[in-house]
């Protein structure tokens, strides 16, 4: 539906200034009413100008501190109004500050927090929202909106982890590249080109390293689109259903990259289950949000989906999860233990504390095994070049010691 911007007046007279979603003008007018306000004018934001208006993306840390000072201000007893204006005025986010002022203005026109929180999908996520209207419910806003930040800390706390861990290897990689390009590209061929003046005989070493810088000077094309196009082949496929689910899959079986996708996915599933568990969400419920592109991996999805499908028919959720398979025994055995015990949304909270640190210790084995081979890679490739350089330059210095 369209966005339209409006500007009403109450029975005493107060002008009020907003944006709501609406079928047309007219319903508009009803929203309005109902809300105890009367239209003034009314003038439809079009697509492009809305998304002008909230152009440039948000960062997690800054949903972190909405949420964060969204469920303090609720704790201290002050309305929903009052939180988002607070945002309005403080979060660092321009966007977000202009979030917070459209959901103000569309609460004072009636909506609900839920319904406000509806309009902007880009920023926030169906567990978001999920757990909004429960909170709304139940009249656990404040716990509601603290469980949404602490899992978004969460989730940004992993990110952070794998992004550190990826700068050495990343510098290393672009470093060897860098040297590779710099001395095939201009150092060797200047090199061989006065060696050869001097009729100093090249050694198979740099005859065969400036072969290689040749063929890729001269068939650059060819190898580009070696690389490229079997990429968009694979990036097409990808884009298919069937083709994101065995990419998906087939990156669960990659050594230690694998393990760290497969650890992530169920952190995060343990995580979502015990936030949305405590907030008194049904299994249905969950299963669908987290079923819909929640946990990062499709295959993982797709056996939520199987799960899910089993539990409908009357296996325990347990059962559920075994059926379905894809998922580490140690989580079938915590989960039965929890149903029980009827305890599963602690089961689930101390699971996803397991599977962190099991994250950031495979995160760390894999950058212990990378450094070593980075640094004999780099050391491999800085041989070469010494061996390139070295060799004519020991021949030309011989040629000399023997023309004395």
């Not at 966005?3 to 007279?13: E, H, I, L, S």
């Not at 406000?116 to 009249?139: C, H, N, S, W």
């Not at 004999?376 to 040629?399: E, K, Q, R």
């Amino acid at each position: 539906m369209p966005n339209y911007r409006y500007k009403a007046v109450d029975a005493t007279g107060k002008v009020f200034k907003g944006t709501t979603i609406a079928q047309d003008e007219a319903h508009v007018e009803q929203d309005l009413i109902a809300s105890g306000l009367y239209l003034i004018k009314c003038k439809s934001l079009s697509e492009s100008a809305w998304r002008q208006m909230l152009k440039g993306g948000v960062k997690p840390r800054t949903l972190v501190e909405f949420y964060h000072r969204f469920s303090q201000t609720l704790e201290v007893g002050l309305p929903v109004l009052s939180a988002l204006e607070e945002n309005a005025r403080y979060l660092p986010s321009a966007t977000m500050r202009q979030i917070s002022k459209e959901m103000k203005a569309a609460i004072e026109g009636g909506r609900t927090l839920y319904e406000a929180m509806q309009r902007y999908p880009r920023y926030f996520q169906k567990l978001d929202m999920a757990l909004v209207r429960i909170g709304e419910q139940t009249g656990g806003m404040a716990q509601s909106l603290k469980n949404l930040a602490a899992f978004l800390e969460w989730k940004e706390d992993i990110r952070s982890t794998i992004r550190k861990a990826s700068i050495y290897p990343t510098f290393v990689v672009l470093a060897i590249i860098g040297v590779i390009g710099v001395w095939i590209g201009y150092v060797l061929p200047q090199m061989v080109s006065v060696l050869s003046e001097m009729e100093v005989a090249i050694p198979t070493v740099t005859t065969s390293v400036l072969r290689i810088s040749q063929f890729i000077k001269a068939q650059w094309i060819w190898i580009v689109g070696a690389m490229v196009i079997p990429a968009l082949a694979v990036f097409a496929f990808y884009k298919t259903p069937r083709g994101a689910l065995f990419i998906h899959r087939s990156v669960l079986k990659l050594p230690l990259v694998g393990t760290i996708v497969q650890q992530v996915a169920m952190a995060r599933l343990c995580h979502n289950f015990a936030t949305m568990l405590s907030s008194g969400i049904s299994i249905q419920y969950i299963f669908e949000t987290l079923s819909t592109h929640a946990m990062g991996n499709r295959y993982i999805e797709d056996r939520l989906q199987r799960a899910f499908r089993e539990i409908e028919g009357g296996e325990s959720i347990a059962g559920g999860f075994e059926t379905a398979g894809g998922f580490p025994s140690l989580l079938l055995g915590a989960i039965r233990n929890g149903e029980e015990t009827g305890t599963l949304d602690d089961t689930f909270r101390r699971l996803g504390d397991y599977f962190d640190g099991e994250v950031k210790r495979t995160i760390q084995t894999m950058v212990s095994a990378i450094e070593p081979l980075t640094l004999v890679a780099l050391g491999g490739v800085f041989g070469l070049i010494v061996l390139s350089v070295l060799l004519p330059l020991y021949d030309v210095m011989a040629g000399m010691g023997n023309a004395y």
